[in-house]
């Protein structure tokens, strides 16, 4: 951080961040320092033993209209847990492979990580290009060629730099410049998350925490959620790179100063989030695929390390049947710490002895109901969030889904949530609040008319069965109120039910005296 949270700026047009990659000693710290003129070796130990333990962050300016965020990662592979913390929300990957050696362990698990998080965009960078002559640099550009011929991500042609003579420099930046101006920027008006990666006090400033903007924005003076753990605290200040910004949007580094929340409370891996749906979890499902290279199947009680955001948590797959090595599957993870997720995150699975990265996947469920096996469940990775609305709506039964818990749940934005309801067609009734199930309410409705009839055999006299009692007898546990009023809505208009001020019967039915007068009425 620079003096308090200093000077003002405006945010330019088009906001990333780049992230690197690649083998220890390849060239990661020095190649930012050439683009940015930042040393993102922040501590006495990195410097001292050459080589980069921690993230580092540097901004990179390219031209008037691009404003790029650079998150330098350790290739060591004793601190792949920080890599991967570092690796997260980033929009493009400088895969940075040295001339002299060509690809390496590292630069393959690095590789991995970056596909399985759903990296968008790469430039795949041969650094220390004046160590080699050109035959050897060609043969090291066809082997980086082939290796990326295959990957999911969208490689651009490699650029051969040297940070010693500054070749290939002005190259790397064009191509950086023509990746940003191709990047759907991540939008601001969805809900607020940072996965916070560094916390730390500033005096003047107080709690400080730092991260990539993953969706939404911020502004100074709003309340955000601290979660797993819990608690709120108010934004006083808000910087990037050095600079006071009013408010925080996507593709930024950003470190938010914090009223409310001690600095000893909160840590890498924690969240902070605005707007509604959001809460910490302890079970998901996923849909998972295990690397060529994973050991052995992830199956039930397969212990794993589960990396989501800046967080690192221990979990067990349950109720998964087993995925062998290279396939994919359905599983269900059981974490031993909280996390905050939402429907269509990315993850990264390690073992978790050895530690190797061995898969990963893609959130479908954030909130898995635990009463539901995962085998009885219909949820699939290619699912449209309307046909998974449906689903999760059956599941739900007439206890319902929150309107406001959708956005996270399904992983849409929140102006997207009224046409997901509206896909779902008419297997749904949503009311202001609530979305159920339709053939739920259908059948409660049914199952209601059955009640009144029985009510009015043991009470003939009565007018009929008041409507308070009548809600009782839906559950337990008691549905939402819209629930229970779509549930007699549907019983009226279906001819099943009659209402008459506080009270509800059966339709076409009357009272014994009502029918006898009626009767009497007839003869006379």
Same mark, same amino acid.
């Given at each position: 951080?620079?003096?308090?949270?200093?000077?003002?700026?405006?945010?330019?047009?088009?906001?990333?961040?780049?992230?690197t990659?690649?083998? !220890?000693?390849?060239?990661?710290?020095?190649?930012?320092?050439? +683009?940015?003129?930042?040393?993102?070796?922040?501590?006495?130990?990195?410097?001292?033993?050459?080589?980069?333990?921690?993230l580092?962050?540097?901004?990179?300016?390219?031209?008037?209209?691009?404003?790029?965020?650079?998150?330098?990662?350790?290739?060591?592979?004793?601190?792949?847990?920080?890599?991967l913390?570092?690796?997260?929300?980033?929009?493009?990957?400088?895969?940075?492979?040295?001339?002299?050696?060509?690809?390496?362990? @590292?630069?393959?698990?690095?590789?991995?990580?970056?596909?399985?998080?759903?990296?968008?965009?790469?430039?795949?960078?041969?650094t220390?290009?004046?160590?080699?002559?050109?035959?050897?640099?060609?043969?090291?550009?066809?082997?980086?060629?082939?290796?990326?011929?295959?990957?999911?991500?969208?490689?651009?042609?490699?650029?051969?730099?040297?940070v010693?003579?500054?070749?290939?420099?002005?190259?790397?930046?064009?191509?950086?410049?023509?990746?940003?101006?191709? +990047?759907?920027?991540?939008?601001?008006?969805?809900?607020?998350?940072?996965? !916070?990666?560094?916390?730390?006090?500033?005096?003047?400033?107080?709690?400080?925490?730092?991260?990539?903007t993953?969706?939404?924005?911020?502004?100074?003076?709003?309340?955000?959620r601290?979660?797993?753990?819990?608690r709120?605290?108010?934004?006083?200040?808000?910087?990037?790179?050095?600079?006071?910004?009013?408010?925080? $949007?996507? /593709?930024?580094?950003?470190?938010?100063?914090?009223?409310?929340? *001690?600095?000893?409370?909160?840590?890498?891996?924690?969240?902070? $989030?605005?707007?509604?749906?959001? @809460?910490?979890?302890?079970?998901?499902?996923?849909a998972?695929e295990?690397?060529?290279?994973?050991?052995?199947?992830?199956?039930?009680?397969?212990?794993?390390?589960?990396?989501?955001?800046?967080?690192?948590?221990?979990?067990?797959?349950? @109720?998964t049947?087993?995925?062998?090595?290279? @396939?994919?599957?359905?599983? #269900?993870?059981?974490?031993?710490?909280?996390?905050?997720?939402?429907?269509?995150?990315?993850?990264?699975?390690?073992?978790?002895?050895?530690?190797?990265?061995? /898969?990963?996947?893609?959130?479908?469920?954030?909130?898995?109901?635990?009463?539901?096996?995962?085998?009885?469940?219909?949820?699939?990775?290619?699912?449209?969030?309307?046909?998974?609305?449906? !689903? +999760?709506?059956?599941?739900?039964?007439?206890?319902?889904?929150?309107i406001?818990?959708?956005?996270?749940?399904?992983?849409?934005?929140?102006?997207?949530?009224?046409a997901?309801?509206?896909?779902?067609?008419?297997?749904?009734?949503?009311?202001?609040?609530?979305?159920? *199930?339709?053939?739920?309410?259908?059948?409660?409705?049914? #199952?209601?008319a059955?009640?009144?009839?029985?009510?009015?055999?043991?009470?003939?006299? *009565?007018?009929?069965m008041?409507?308070?009692?009548?809600?009782?007898?839906?559950?337990?546990?008691?549905?939402?109120?819209?629930?229970?009023?779509?549930?007699?809505?549907?019983?009226?208009?279906?001819?099943?039910?009659?209402?008459?001020?506080?009270?509800? #019967?059966?339709?076409?039915? #009357?009272?014994?005296?009502?029918?006898?007068?009626?009767?009497?009425?007839?003869?006379?």
């Amino acid at each position: 951080m620079g003096a308090p949270f200093g000077h003002s700026h405006s945010d330019p047009l088009r906001r990333f961040v780049i992230g690197t990659a690649g083998h !220890i000693d390849h060239g990661k710290t020095a190649l930012v320092k050439a +683009l940015t003129g930042v040393d993102t070796d922040r501590w006495e130990e990195e410097k001292r033993r050459g080589i980069t333990i921690d993230l580092g962050f540097a901004p990179l300016p390219l031209g008037d209209a691009i404003q790029a965020s650079v998150v330098d990662v350790p290739g060591h592979e004793g601190f792949v847990r920080n890599m991967l913390a570092g690796a997260t929300g980033i929009d493009v990957a400088l895969l940075v492979i040295a001339a002299d050696e060509g690809i390496m362990p @590292q630069t393959e698990e690095h590789l991995a990580i970056v596909e399985l998080l759903g990296v968008r965009r790469g430039i795949p960078v041969i650094t220390k290009r004046d160590l080699v002559d050109g035959e050897w640099l060609d043969l090291v550009r066809g082997e980086v060629s082939t290796r990326l011929a295959a990957s999911r991500v969208r490689w651009d042609p490699a650029v051969a730099t040297s940070v010693i003579t500054g070749e290939g420099m002005p190259e790397l930046r064009e191509a950086l410049a023509r990746v940003a101006s191709d +990047l759907v920027e991540r939008p601001s008006d969805d809900l607020f998350r940072l996965p !916070i990666d560094r916390v730390f006090a500033v005096a003047g400033a107080g709690t400080v925490v730092t991260g990539s903007t993953w969706s939404g924005s911020v502004a100074v003076g709003d309340a955000v959620r601290l979660l797993p753990l819990g608690r709120e605290g108010r934004v006083r200040s808000i910087e990037v790179h050095g600079e006071t910004a009013a408010r925080a $949007v996507p /593709g930024r580094r950003t470190a938010l100063a914090l009223v409310g929340v *001690d600095k000893s409370e909160l840590a890498r891996g924690h969240v902070a $989030v605005t707007g509604p749906g959001w @809460q910490a979890t302890t079970l998901i499902d996923v849909a998972a695929e295990l690397l060529p290279t994973a050991r052995k199947p992830l199956a039930s009680r397969t212990r794993v390390r589960v990396h989501l955001g800046t967080a690192e948590v221990l979990a067990r797959a349950v @109720q998964t049947s087993a995925i062998a090595p290279g @396939q994919r599957g359905l599983a #269900r993870l059981m974490l031993e710490t909280p996390v905050v997720a939402r429907g269509g995150d990315r993850f990264v699975l390690r073992s978790f002895s050895p530690v190797t990265t061995i /898969g990963g996947g893609v959130v479908l469920d954030p909130f898995a109901p635990p009463r539901t096996r995962l085998r009885r469940r219909r949820v699939a990775a290619e699912q449209a969030p309307a046909e998974r609305l449906g !689903i +999760l709506a059956v599941e739900a039964g007439l206890m319902g889904l929150g309107i406001d818990t959708l956005a996270v749940r399904l992983g849409v934005s929140p102006d997207r949530v009224t046409a997901v309801i509206a896909e779902a067609g008419e297997n749904v009734l949503a009311s202001a609040e609530t979305v159920v *199930d339709r053939q739920a309410v259908i059948a409660e409705a049914g #199952r209601l008319a059955e009640v009144l009839r029985r009510y009015h055999e043991e009470h003939p006299l *009565d007018p009929g069965m008041s409507l308070q009692a009548l809600r009782a007898a839906v559950g337990p546990p008691a549905p939402p109120s819209a629930v229970l009023d779509a549930v007699l809505d549907v019983g009226v208009k279906g001819g099943q039910v009659e209402v008459a001020g506080s009270v509800a #019967r059966r339709a076409r039915w #009357r009272p014994a005296l009502d029918a006898r007068a009626t009767d009497a009425s007839d003869k006379l």
